[in-house]
């Protein structure tokens, strides 16, 4: 026998997910309505980890950081689907082992053109 997914099915999801908007939207009315209002000339300067701030925040910063930052959360993120494989190494047997075997290689493609294309080169 299949079980038929109607509409219906799904009206408690929409309900669950129309109260948790709803009190989202009514709690950021109440405390914008009843919460203190203080506007002083200290609260609008920019204020960092209570250092005074100095100097222009958009100075210009080398490319090569926000480069490395991205490859790092590529592989990073790469090496996050690994963890399942090896939860399941066992039931996945000879065609997991290969398939991984895949991924690693090309991982390490990968890593190998970001090398030979100096991305992690400073100079």
């Given amino acids: 026998m299949e079980i038929q997914s109607l509409p219906i099915n799904y009206l ?18 109440i405390t914008h309505k009843i ?9 609008l300067t920019p204020f960092e980890s209570g250092i005074e701030v100095i100097g222009n925040a958009r100075t210009p910063i ?3 950081y926000f480069l490395v930052a991205i490859l790092f959360v590529l592989f990073d993120v790469e090496v996050i689907f690994m963890y399942p494989w090896a939860v ?32 992690l080169d400073w100079d």
């Fill in 12 to 29: 408690p999801i929409i309900f669950q997910m129309l109260v948790a908007l709803g009190f989202v939207v009514f709690t950021m009315f």
């Fill in 35 to 43: 919460g203190p209002r203080r506007i002083t000339s200290d609260k």
């Fill in 62 to 64: 080398s490319i090569k």
């Fill in 88 to 119: 399941n190494f066992k039931d996945l047997g000879k065609d997991g082992l290969i398939e991984m075997f895949i991924f690693m290689a090309t991982l390490l493609l990968g890593f190998i053109y970001v090398i030979k294309k100096g991305a």
